[in-house]
């Protein structure tokens, strides 16, 4: 199953990605520094493809993947 995010990489801000929740190791919040202003991200851990930078909370996150475990399938307002 997977869990669709919004990036929040500066490269591709607004785009939607979709991480398998079964690779996910790690969910956590930072504040990340670009151009002189502090935004708030959260990072996904998900090896061997590495940490992607997304614009929901760590609550909403984990809501959404603890949400598909039980319901057998992931959906977000």
């Given at each position: 199953?997977?869990?669709?995010?919004?990036?929040?990489?500066?490269?591709?801000?607004?785009?939607k990605i979709a991480i398998s929740i079964d690779l996910i190791a790690t969910v956590y919040e930072t504040t990340v520094e670009r151009n002189g202003t502090f935004e708030n991200v959260t990072l996904v851990f998900a090896p061997p493809h590495g940490t992607f930078e997304i614009s929901e909370s760590l609550d909403m996150i984990l809501a959404l993947i603890n949400g598909s475990k039980k319901n057998g399938s992931i959906s977000k307002a």
């Open positions: 199953m997977f869990v669709t995010l919004t990036n929040a990489a500066e490269a591709h801000r607004g785009n």
